[in-house]
Every structure is written in C-alpha cells, then in structure tokens.
C-alpha cells in the first residue's frame, strides 16, 4: 500500500460503502441505529480463510490475487477496529456510565494492539534463536497463536484484534526477515470445516425463517456496496473492468471473521438482539455457500487461475534424452 495508494482508496471505498450499504439496508428494516451501525462494521469483514484456500486451490497468482490478499486483511482490520470504537455507543445505549462506556473500548483497542506487538516481538526474538526452518516456525507461530489468544481471553481483550495485530506486526518485519512465511493451508482446511459447522449450528431453523428476507437484503447491500467501491477506484488504479469485477468478486465471502466479531460484541452488548443476530447469521448462511463460489468464479474471469488444462493433463513424459530413473 505505501507503493500503490491506490490500493489503500480501493479498500477504504469499498470498506465505507458496504457500511454505508449495509446500514441503510438494517435502519429501513427498522433495527436502531447502533445496532444497524455495528452489524454494518462487522459485515465490512472478508473471510481470509476462503480467500486463502480458494486462491492456493486454484494456484491463482497476479494483480488482481495480491490486491485481493491485501484487501482482506485491510477490511478485516478495519472491521475490528470500527467495531471496537462503535461499542462504546452501544454501551452509553444501554446506560452505562460515561466513564466505563469510553474506557472499556479503548481498553480493548489498545489493549489488543499492544498485546499482538508484544507477542510479535517475542516471536521474532525466538526466531532468532532457532533454526530457521519452516517445520520449526509453523510450529512456533501456532504457538504464538495460541499464547494470544489465551492472554487475550485472560486479559478480556478483543482476541480477533490481538491476532490481527499480531499479524500485522510480524508480516511488517522488512528489515530483519525473523519469521518465514510458512504454509498454514492444512491447519486452516480443518479449522474452516469447524467454523462452517459452528455457523450453521447457530442458528436454528426458525429464526432462519424469520430473518431470510433482511438476510438476503443484507447479503445483497454488501455486495454491492463493495463491487462499487472497487468500480470506482478501478480506472484509477489501472484496473481493467473484468480485473476489477474479478476483484469485487474476490472480496464477497463473509463468515469465519465475522462470527467471530458478532460473537464479542453479543457478550459485551446482549441487547445487540435476537433478531439482529439471526439475519446476521442467516446472512453468513448464504455467504459460507455462495462466498467461495464468487470467489472463484472471480479469480478465474480475472484470468489469474491455473488453466484447468494444464491442472487436469498427466504428468508429462520424460524427454528421450534425459537419463533413466532406473
């Protein structure tokens, strides 16, 4: 983003008008407005899990795969960051003192922030001290993994924030090159498949029923506030149109981060209500079922894929002067 600003405009548009989009979709169905304003921060979140696994399944590489990677984690960091901020309001709602209701929050956004540098730093500082092979630093960024998330839980800190600082603070390590970047695809199929099941379990059937037609609304207002966002920063960015439908395309699923958010913010503000909650479920329903599709789809009409001729073809014969396997 600090070589191309205007990578940086595309997620910061597409971020504001999928809130912007999503809160007027949620007010006209008469929920108030914060909880309208935090359901429309949250659904700002990509799912990096299907983004991930659907780029390194279809071995997609380019422009429009880097710009997609990048945007994820820019509208994930965004989404726990205005979410964090917009309990403050829910909290001053629900007539908590002035006091607690502006500190909590910053408590958790410092706190969070603070939390994933620390354990970067000692990431790192252990890297330095092993062997550098990515057997040994899998092992040992799981293990910073789960170090944050159990301090953050310990600490009552926003655990989707810590990691993501812990991301942040480890991938923007350009001078020392500590950690090497490790294959985390086979942990992050098991855990998607879990986090699938935990959606669906969530919500029953009935509730489903009830909050269908907001769901849909909601699905369709965030997809197009996005796709416009991208649209309109496309030209500038020297973006063809089909790499930018491509892209827009790329930043549609919509689950594993988000649960995750909606899941702190029900802890922290329970009036955030039932009903809310079952047409922001139902909409990441939809999203767990259509999101990898749309994202494939985009990848390959962005021509970025790996042509299915060459991933479907046999493996090819050795040539006849190479020298005999046996």
């Given at each position: 983003?600090?070589?191309?600003?205007?990578?940086?405009?595309?997620?910061?548009?597409?971020?504001?008008?999928?809130?912007?989009?999503?809160?007027?979709?949620?007010?006209?169905?008469?929920?108030?407005?914060?909880?309208?304003?935090?359901?429309?921060?949250?659904?700002?979140?990509?799912?990096?899990?299907?983004?991930?696994?659907?780029?390194?399944?279809?071995?997609?590489?380019?422009?429009?795969?880097e710009r997609a990677l990048n945007l994820v984690a820019l509208?994930?960091?965004?989404?726990?960051?205005?979410?964090?901020?917009?309990?403050?309001?829910?909290?001053?709602?629900?007539?908590?003192?002035?006091?607690?209701?502006?500190?909590?929050?910053?408590?958790?956004?410092?706190?969070?922030?603070?939390?994933?540098?620390?354990?970067?730093?000692?990431?790192?500082?252990?890297?330095?001290?092993?062997?550098?092979?990515?057997?040994?630093?899998?092992?040992?960024?799981?293990?910073?993994?789960?170090?944050?998330?159990?301090?953050?839980?310990?600490?009552?800190?926003?655990?989707?924030?810590?990691?993501?600082?812990?991301?942040?603070?480890?991938?923007?390590?350009?001078?020392?090159?500590?950690?090497?970047?490790?294959?985390?695809?086979?942990?992050?199929?098991?855990?998607?498949?879990?986090?699938?099941?935990?959606?669906?379990?969530?919500?029953?059937?009935?509730?489903?029923?009830?909050?269908?037609?907001?769901?849909?609304?909601?699905?369709?207002?965030?997809?197009?506030?996005?796709?416009?966002?991208?649209?309109?920063?496309?030209?500038?960015?020297?973006?063809?149109?089909?790499?930018?439908?491509?892209?827009?395309?790329?930043?549609?699923?919509?689950?594993?981060?988000?649960?995750?958010?909606?899941?702190?913010?029900?802890?922290?503000?329970?009036?955030?209500?039932?009903?809310?909650?079952?047409?922001?479920?139902?909409?990441?329903?939809?999203?767990?079922?259509?999101?990898?599709?749309?994202?494939?789809?985009?990848?390959?009409?962005?021509?970025?894929?790996?042509?299915?001729?060459?991933?479907?073809?046999?493996?090819?014969?050795?040539?006849?002067?190479?020298?005999?396997?046996?």
């Open positions: 983003m600090k070589r191309d600003w205007t990578l940086a405009a595309s997620g910061l548009a597409e971020s504001l008008l999928s809130f912007g989009a999503v809160f007027a979709t949620l007010m006209a169905f008469d929920f108030t407005v914060v909880q309208a304003a935090i359901a429309a921060s949250i659904a700002i979140a990509t799912s990096p899990a299907v983004v991930l696994l659907i780029v390194q399944d279809t071995r997609s590489e380019g422009q429009v795969t509208n994930s960091l965004l989404a726990s960051i205005l979410t964090t901020i917009l309990l403050a309001s829910a909290l001053l709602e629900s007539k908590m003192d002035l006091e607690s209701a502006l500190l909590h929050p910053a408590y958790l956004f410092a706190g969070s922030l603070a939390l994933g540098g620390a354990i970067a730093g000692f990431a790192r500082l252990t890297a330095r001290s092993v062997e550098k092979t990515k057997d040994l630093h899998f092992t040992l960024i799981a293990g910073m993994v789960v170090a944050a998330v159990g301090l953050a839980i310990m600490l009552k800190l926003s655990v989707i924030l810590s990691l993501l600082a812990f991301g942040l603070f480890s991938r923007n390590d350009a001078r020392s090159h500590d950690l090497l970047n490790v294959n985390l695809a086979p942990a992050s199929r098991l855990l998607y498949i879990v986090l699938f099941v935990i959606t669906g379990a969530s919500l029953p059937l009935a509730a489903l029923a009830v909050g269908g037609v907001a769901a849909v609304a909601l699905v369709a207002a965030r997809a197009a506030g996005k796709l416009v966002g991208i649209l309109a920063i496309a030209p500038i960015g020297g973006l063809r149109m089909r790499q930018a439908l491509g892209l827009g395309c790329a930043l549609m699923p919509m689950s594993t981060l988000a649960l995750m958010l909606q899941h702190d913010v029900v802890k922290v503000f329970p009036e955030f209500g039932s009903d809310l909650t079952a047409v922001f479920l139902g909409g990441l329903i939809i999203m767990e079922v259509m999101g990898p599709l749309a994202v494939q789809w985009g990848l390959k009409f962005a021509g970025e894929t790996e042509p299915e001729a060459e991933a479907t073809a046999a493996p090819a014969q050795p040539a006849t002067n190479a020298p005999s396997s046996f």
